[in-house]
């Protein structure tokens, strides 16, 4: 009896056109798979780049900080040296006078100079005598000013001589030619926003005497004669609204020799001249009325080329920085007087209301303790429960029910951990509240199931044959373990501690709950004391009012983003150094 012929394919099967089709579209398919693979890896990447990219210049803007350079008299034994910033400022700028003038000077400067000198006293390093050269610490605004946060300074196009007439406290310019023609360009430009506004205003009383209108059918007595009043109001208030944008208009429009009067809602513009700074408070195409920032060394007639027109397009209410300080601090600069020079203190201070002396060394310091804390506790009992349940526990509903668990444990939100630690170590226990003691004693909570699994896992890769050489020479199960399997598992235990140890570090809504949030200068030194840590202080920054906390909350997130790759890099060189393969 013979065997049955086994069917041969149709080689026609292979080689039609419909199977040539087919490998096509499959051929196509596995193309297109890999192109949206390597679209999404790109995606990827272009939005890592362009994190990095974002927090690097923020951050670049935080690691210098500017000084002024001034004289100052300080006397033997001072210790009033707020008082001397604010004399050794009227000192180096005697024209500034008056409240508004003088508070605008003193703005310039930081609290921190005071600061910076009262640390040089008690280190024996400060100078006295009389017209000391001192760096002063530059405030916030004017940092920011420098660095273009509120508009670049540019300089306009003049041509022809300038003619200067004393007009009382201010000044008459005149040029032959069109000198000021762009000052009155930017002005109208200005004058169409500011009219436009108005008419938006305008239009939302309308607005509110259409809805009042319809009301009125339904009022009567008392009610009704109130409602004719406010819509009286509101009409009173459009008709004003559309007056003043009229007349804007009618300055649009107008002559180009029609003066122009500049308010702080437009553009300023200044005009530096014989070693002053005037501020133009009446513009023509050809001559403008000045009011002097900086007093200049002479009124004599400037030739073409030695004066200029400098606009700072955005206008002077919707900025920190008024025209009289940018006025000084463009002298400063041209004088040589503003240093900038690494910001050390960013690392050696801690928290503070004011951005420039604000540093990250107690969040820093806090977060070292809440990691030891949460270290101490994490990796022994996660060790230790990882150890029991994989080598000693017997298998069972229990022990199920245990892992189960763990697992469950792990992909639980932290702000649930912050809650429990709120609720037990907190209010029950009585553990001091925004100390790196109750912060280590929830991160440790959070870091352990992460920490047991890790374990687990290392542990259960060890060979079987390491358990039975040992017990085969006389080794009890208890040596096994702990003299033969734990040491080669503790690689993999260590880089599953690290990692669990780095996601803990970057964890904030836990600690929001138990009140690490608090503003904390002073640097903590024990576990007791109280503190907050690098991912709240990055949170309160954040929240922060003032523009300048916006480069230290990028300088804190670079930092932050250090101490994980640097965790995360331990974990990989001793994962590559000691794992073993089987």
């Known amino acids: 009896m013979t065997d049955a012929a086994s069917p041969t394919p149709d080689a026609s099967f292979h080689s039609s056109e419909q199977a040539v089709a087919r490998l096509g579209k499959r051929r196509a398919a596995e193309w297109r798979l890999k192109l949206y693979g390597m679209i999404a890896i790109g995606v990827a990447a272009l939005a890592l780049v362009a994190l990095l ?18 004289e100052a008299q300080i006397e033997p034994g001072e210790d009033d040296f707020l008082r001397v910033v604010k004399k050794s400022a009227r000192a180096a700028f005697p024209y500034v006078s008056g409240r508004s003038g003088k508070r605008e000077l003193y703005g310039l400067f930081s609290d921190g100079a005071a600061d910076d000198m009262r640390r040089a006293q008690e280190a024996g390093t400060l100078e006295t005598g009389d017209a000391v050269p001192m760096r002063f610490l530059m405030s916030d605004t004017a940092d920011l000013y420098l660095r273009g946060e509120f508009g670049v300074l540019e300089t306009g196009a003049t041509t022809g001589p300038l003619a200067i007439t004393p007009e009382g406290k201010d000044y008459r310019l005149e040029s032959g030619s069109d000198a000021f023609a762009q000052a009155l360009g930017q002005a109208k430009t200005g004058l169409v926003r500011e009219a436009a506004t108005l008419r938006r205003q305008a239009a939302r009383q309308g607005a509110g005497i259409t809805t009042l209108e319809e009301r009125l059918p339904g009022l009567t007595g008392p009610e009704r004669e109130d409602t004719l009043a406010q819509i009286a109001r509101f009409g009173a208030e459009r008709d004003r609204l559309e007056g003043q944008a009229s007349a804007l208009d009618a300055l649009i429009t107008g002559d180009r020799q029609v003066r122009l009067a500049l308010t702080d809602r437009m553009a300023s513009f200044l ?16 001559t403008a009325l000045a009011r002097p920032l900086v007093p200049m060394d002479g009124e004599n007639a400037a030739p ?24 000084i601090l463009e ?23 004011q951005p420039e002396i604000a540093g990250i060394k107690g969040a820093l310091i806090g977060s070292l303790w ?10 022994p009992i996660g060790v230790m429960a990882a150890i029991y349940l994989e080598e000693f526990a017997p298998r069972n509903r229990f022990t199920d029910f245990i892992e189960v668990n763990i697992n469950n444990l792990a992909a639980v939100p932290s702000i649930v951990f912050g809650l429990l630690g709120l609720a037990v170590f907190l209010n029950f226990f009585g553990v001091p509240r925004s ?24 542990i259960r890769a060890v060979p079987p044959s390491i358990r039975w050489a040992a017990m085969g020479i006389g080794a009890s199960r208890t040596q096994t373990v702990f003299h033969h399997v734990l040491p080669l598992a503790m690689p993999g235990i260590l880089t599953g501690t690290i990692i669990g140890m780095a996601q803990a570090l970057g964890e904030t809504a836990p600690l929001l709950m138990i009140g690490m949030v608090a503003f904390i200068t002073a640097v903590p030194e024990g576990i007791t004391d109280s503190a907050t840590v690098l991912p709240v202080q990055v949170f309160n920054w954040a929240n922060a009012s003032e523009r300048a906390f916006d480069m230290r909350t990028a300088a804190a997130i670079a930092v932050l983003l250090a101490f994980l790759v640097v965790m995360n890099a331990v974990a ?11």
């Open 271 to 286: 005009v530096a001249v014989n070693g002053g700074i005037l501020k133009l408070t009446e513009v023509s195409a050809g």
């Open 370 to 379: 809440t990691m030891l804390v949460t270290f101490c506790l994490a990796f």
């Open 435 to 458: 100390s790196p003691l109750a912060g280590g004693l929830v991160l440790a909570l959070m870091t352990l199931p992460t920490v047991i699994i890790a374990a687990r896992a290392a």
């Open 304 to 327: 073409e080329g030695a004066w200029s027109l400098r606009i700072l397009d955005r206008p002077e209410i919707g900025r920190p920085v008024k025209d009289r300080q940018v006025a």
């Open 331 to 353: 002298t400063l600069q041209s004088d040589g007087r503003i240093e900038e020079v690494a910001n050390w203190k960013f690392f050696s201070l801690s928290d503070s209301t």
């Open 53 to 70: 990219w974002n927090i690097a210049a923020r951050t670049m803007n935080a690691a210098t900080e500017h000084y002024i350079a001034v």
């Open 572 to 582: 990989i060189i001793l994962r590559k150094r000691f794992e073993r393969r089987w």
